[in-house]
C-alpha cells in the first residue's frame, strides 16, 4: 500500500499556525475570515460572459454529428477517410489536415473565445511558433521584459536563428513601447497578466498607439493565466489569442495542447496553413480530453478565484512574506486596470519570501501538500521557483529588471481544500523565514506572540 500524504492540520484552526509555528498577531488570525469575505464579496459582483458554460457545453457537440445520436463527442482515431472519387470527399481526407474530434474542439473553443476561428496545436509553443512562422527574415518582434521563459526562450534561440529579432520592452511604459516601433515591427507579443510577477499592460491603449502606427502590425496575447471565462483579449482589440491550452484550459494536467483564436479570416487560412503543413496537430484522444475540460471550466475557474484570493491575502498579513504579486489585491498597482479588462482571476500568484535563496529551498522542502513543478492550472497546487525552472537561462540583466529574483516563489493554487492549503504555506514559511523574522522581531522590540486567549476567540 502506498504511504498516505501527511497534511499539516490544526484541530482548532487548520490554517493558523498552532504547533507549526510561532503564534501569528491577532491582525493574522483573522485571515482566512478576511479573505473568505473578500473572496464572497468578489465573487457577488463577479458577472460572467452570457452564456458562456451554455456555449462551450453544446458548440462542437451537436449529438447529430456522429450518426449515433453520442452526446460525449467520438475519439477519431482514423488516420484517413474515405474518397467517392479521387479527390472526392465529405469534409476530411486525412487526419493531419482535419479530425472530427479536433473540429468539434476548435468550434467550442471559438465559442469560448466569442471568435471566428480556432485552431488548435500540439503545445502552446508550437502554436506560438505557428504564430512566429507569419513573419519572414529581416521582420521584428516587441515583447515584455517579463515573459514565460519558454516564450523568450523561443524568441531568442528559434525565431532569431530565422533572421527574425526581438526587442524586449516595459510594456507598462506605453511611450517605450511606441518607440521601439520601427517599419520593421511585424508582431507585439502581449503576456498579460505577466509570468511571473502578474504585471498587467493596457491592451486597449496599446492596441490602439500601435494601430495608429502600422494597422498591419499583427498584435497576439497570451491568455493562459485568465482564460476566455475572464477574459476574451480579442474584445480588446488584438489580432490573435493565445493559450496554452495544458493549463486552466484542460486543467487536469495530463493534456499538452496550444490553441490561437482570430476573427480575420486570412490569418486564420495562414495559421490552419501552417498547423498542417508544420504538422504540429494535438491527437484525436486529447482533443476529447480538451473538450471534457472545457465544459467544466466555469465552475473550476470559480473555485480556482475563490481560492486563489483567500491565499494571496493570507500571504499578504503574513510575517515571513515580503510582497505578494496577484492582481485581485488592492495593493497592486494595476488593480483598477485589470478590473476593467476581465471579470476575474485565475489562481496563478507569485511572492516574495522574507530570506534569500536557502531559505527558499527550504521553504520547498517543508511543503506537503503543494507540490514542486513546472506547470500550472491544474487540480493541484503547485509551487515553483521561476528563477531557477521556467525561467532559467535567461539573461540575468532581464530578470533583475523583471523583478524575477532568488526569493521570488509562483503558486498555481489548485482544488483542494483551502484550509489545508493555507496551514501547509504557512507551516513551510514558518519552518524556513521564522527564525529570521523572529530574530528581528527581537532586535526591533516586537512581540511575535499572542495570548492563547486572543487564539481562541471566534467572535466578532
Known amino acids: ?22 503564534a501569528l498577531p491577532s491582525t493574522q488570525l483573522n485571515a482566512r475570515r478576511l479573505s473568505n469575505d473578500y473572496a464572497s464579496w468578489f465573487q457577488m459582483k463577479f458577472v460572467p460572459f452570457p452564456s458562456f458554460a451554455t456555449n462551450v457545453i453544446h458548440t462542437g457537440n451537436e449529438p447529430d454529428q456522429w450518426g449515433t445520436e ?31 474530434t479536433r473540429d468539434a474542439l476548435e468550434r467550442s473553443l471559438a465559442a ?32 515584455g521584459i517579463d515573459l514565460y521563459g519558454g516564450t523568450s526562450t523561443y524568441f531568442d534561440s528559434v525565431a532569431a536563428g530565422n533572421g527574425v529579432k526581438t526587442k524586449y520592452v516595459d510594456m507598462l511604459d506605453l511611450h517605450e513601447v511606441t518607440s521601439a516601433l520601427t517599419l520593421k515591427t511585424k508582431l507585439i507579443w502581449i503576456e498579460s497578466p505577466s509570468n511571473p510577477v502578474m504585471r498587467i499592460v493596457d491592451v486597449q491603449e496599446l492596441v490602439k498607439l500601435v494601430k495608429k502606427f502600422n494597422k498591419d502590425i499583427i498584435i497576439a496575447a497570451d491568455n493562459t493565466f485568465t482564460t476566455p471565462y475572464f477574459l476574451r483579449p480579442l474584445d ?17 494536467t495530463d493534456v499538452v495542447m496550444g490553441a490561437v483564436a482570430v476573427n480575420d479570416e486570412k490569418l486564420y487560412d495562414r495559421l490552419r496553413f501552417f498547423q498542417i503543413n508544420l504538422g504540429a496537430i494535438p491527437s484525436p484522444f486529447d482533443c476529447f480530453l480538451a473538450i471534457r475540460s472545457l465544459k467544466t471550466l466555469p465552475v473550476r475557474m470559480r ?37 476593467e479588462q476581465s471579470r476575474g482571476y485565475s489562481s496563478v500568484l507569485s511572492f516574495y519570501v522574507k530570506g534569500n535563496k536557502a531559505d527558499l529551498w527550504k521553504f520547498f522542502k517543508c511543503l506537503k501538500v503543494f507540490t514542486l513543478a513546472a506547470s500550472l492550472g491544474g487540480c493541484e497546487s503547485i509551487v515553483s521557483f521561476p528563477a531557477v525552472m521556467t525561467h532559467d537561462g535567461i539573461d540575468p540583466e532581464i530578470l533583475a529588471k523583471a523583478g524575477i529574483t532568488q526569493n521570488l ?31 528581528n522581531g527581537k532586535e526591533n522590540g516586537m512581540n511575535c506572540h499572542h495570548d492563547d486567549d486572543d487564539d481562541d476567540d471566534e467572535s466578532d
Open 409 to 439: 516563489a509562483r503558486l498555481s493554487v489548485g482544488l483542494e481544500d483551502v484550509e489545508d492549503l493555507i496551514a501547509d504555506l504557512d507551516q513551510a514559511l514558518w519552518a524556513s523565514c521564522g527564525e529570521n523574522i523572529m530574530k
Open 112 to 143: 469560448a473565445e466569442d471568435a471566428q476561428y480556432a485552431v488548435t496545436f500540439s503545445s502552446g509553443t508550437a502554436a506560438l511558433a505557428s504564430i512566429v512562422h507569419l513573419l519572414k527574415s529581416g521582420d521584428e518582434i516587441i515583447a
Open 303 to 339: 473555485e480556482h478565484m475563490r481560492s486563489g484570493l483567500i491565499i494571496a491575502n493570507f500571504l499578504d498579513l503574513h510575517p515571513c512574506v515580503e510582497k505578494v504579486n496577484h492582481p485581485g489585491l488592492r495593493s497592486h498597482p494595476q488593480y483598477d486596470l485589470f478590473r
Open 70 to 100: 453520442d452526446l460525449a463527442p467520438h475519439i477519431a482515431c482514423s488516420t484517413a477517410f474515405r474518397q467517392s472519387e479521387p479527390g472526392v470527399f465529405k469534409k476530411f481526407d486525412y487526419s493531419r489536415c482535419g479530425n472530427p
Open 1 to 22: 500500500m502506498g504511504k498516505r500524504r501527511e497534511i499539516p492540520r490544526n484541530k482548532a484552526r487548520p490554517y493558523r499556525s498552532g504547533s507549526l509555528g510561532p
Open 236 to 252: 480588446l482589440g488584438v489580432d490573435i489569442s493565445h493559450q496554452s491550452c495544458t493549463k486552466y484550459l484542460c486543467g487536469h
